[in-house]
């Protein structure tokens, strides 16, 4: 009993954790899009009333918006190509050394255990193609 309340907490608080960086997470990215959106708005008023502003202070209000929009279009890419940071919440009940125990489903590979699920990755040993 006193194993399971364990594994409970020791769920709660990975949930609470992962509650947590959601959240850093999400406000980070909030004012870095507010911080681009302003870029972006400011740099857009110099270059489309070019009147009172300096040859300078125009040519770096369209560096600034060239590198604005690199930067959203890498970190949109970046978020994209990398895998998730936060690991997926699991149950935390540790395996016994040898096995699942009496009656436990049989795996593919003959192993006793959980079975696998559709999001499994792995490929049962009977299914790999033989080279010849």
């Known amino acids: ?34 911080m681009a959106l302003g870029i972006f708005g400011v740099a857009t008023s110099i270059l489309l009333a070019p009147d009172g502003h300096s040859q300078a202070s125009i040519w770096n209000a369209g560096l600034a918006l060239v590198v604005d929009l690199l930067a959203l279009a890498g970190t949109g890419v970046a978020h994209v190509l990398r895998p998730a940071t936060q690991p997926a919440l699991a149950p935390v009940t540790p395996r016994s050394p040898g096995g699942a125990g009496a009656g436990a489903p049989m ?22 193609p033989r080279s010849r």
């Open 1 to 34: 009993m006193e194993r399971l309340r364990q594994e409970r907490e020791t769920f709660e608080v990975r949930k609470s954790q992962s509650r947590w960086w959601f959240g850093l997470r999400f406000a980070t990215v909030v004012v870095l899009l507010a």
């Open 107 to 128: 795996s593919p590979g003959g192993r006793q255990g959980r079975r696998p699920t559709p999001r499994s990755r792995t490929i049962p040993p009977r299914s790999i």
